[in-house]
């Protein structure tokens, strides 16, 4: 029988292209984001399964749950709805747009964790595993300025992780975080930036070979498809002319003569 995921933020960027992928691995694919359209062209083209949810409303996720667990048990969880919503200081941002990214970036993931882990403890009883990865940032890792609140939000959404491994351990199941780095998607620069386009495209400016969805849907499906008994517990992933949060080369990459 094929194995079940569930990828939240599955119609549009990292989450689309995790769901397409891992429908041509042969898995069952449940997507879950608020876009019913573009979930609903998802199915028609790649066969996913769409759950219409907004992962930061209990009412939403609960029924979410029933329609998943109508299914049958669930293999792993992608918690990748998410993204960065301003760009201003810590003094002059609003408080509102730090409310949205802790709403879904951490209160999400958490409330689609507690909703599934019965069903995911179902496939680890059948199958031997389950696995949760969640797509944090290396801003969960590392500050910069005019950052504030989405790396307080993927701090706080590292430590969820963290913490959920913690009190996991001795149940087979997987806890694995995937931190990119820059990442070309159509729209989270864009929503960042208030629908800033041009602002948006000056983020991957003059980067040679930015990493873009399906490269990450790459790094998730490999994590999940180890055997189970290999946990990536923590990956960074970034584009190589990327060497940190703050050091982007924008110019091609040579060698040295
Ligand atoms: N792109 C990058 O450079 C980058 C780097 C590091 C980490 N990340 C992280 O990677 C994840 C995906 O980013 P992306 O670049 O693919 O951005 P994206 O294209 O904006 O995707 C975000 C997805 O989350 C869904 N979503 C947002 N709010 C939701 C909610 N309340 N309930 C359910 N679904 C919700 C969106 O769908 P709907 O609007 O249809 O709900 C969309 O499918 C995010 O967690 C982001 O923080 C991105």
Same mark, same amino acid.
């Given at each position: 029988m094929a194995k079940r995921v569930v990828v939240t933020g $599955? *119609? *549009? &960027?990292i989450g689309e292209a995790t769901a397409k992928l891992f429908r041509e691995r042969g898995w069952d694919v449940v997507g879950v984001a608020r876009r019913g359209e573009r979930l609903d062209a998802l199915a028609a083209g790649h066969g996913i399964h769409p759950v219409v949810a907004d992962v930061t409303l209990q009412a939403d996720v609960d029924r979410a749950r029933e329609e998943i667990a109508a299914l049958g048990p669930v293999n792993a969880l992608v918690n990748n709805a998410g993204g960065a919503f301003g760009s201003a200081s810590v003094e002059l941002s609003d408080p509102e747009d730090w409310r949205a990214m802790f709403d879904v970036n951490v209160l999400g993931t958490k409330r689609m964790i507690s909703a599934m882990l019965p069903l995911l403890r179902d496939a680890a009883r059948a199958d031997g595993h389950a696995d949760i990865l969640s797509i944090t940032s290396v801003a969960g890792h590392e500050v910069y300025e005019s950052g504030g609140g989405y790396n307080a939000a993927k701090f706080a959404e590292h430590a969820l992780m963290a913490v959920l491994r913690l009190e996991l351990a001795g149940e087979p199941i997987r806890v694995l975080e995937l931190a990119p780095g820059m990442v070309k998607t159509d729209e989270f620069a864009v929503k960042r930036f208030g629908g800033d386009v041009e602002r948006a495209a000056s983020v991957y400016a &003059?980067? +040679? +070979?930015p990493l873009v969805a399906d490269d990450i849907a790459a790094a998730i499906v490999h994590a999940i498809e180890l055997? &189970?008994?290999?946990?990536?517990d923590l990956v960074t992933i970034r584009p190589v $002319?990327? $060497?940190a949060q703050f050091k982007v080369i924008r110019q091609p990459l040579v060698p040295k003569n």
């Open positions: $599955a *119609s *549009s &960027g &003059g980067v +040679d +070979d055997p &189970g008994h290999i946990n990536l $002319a990327q $060497a």
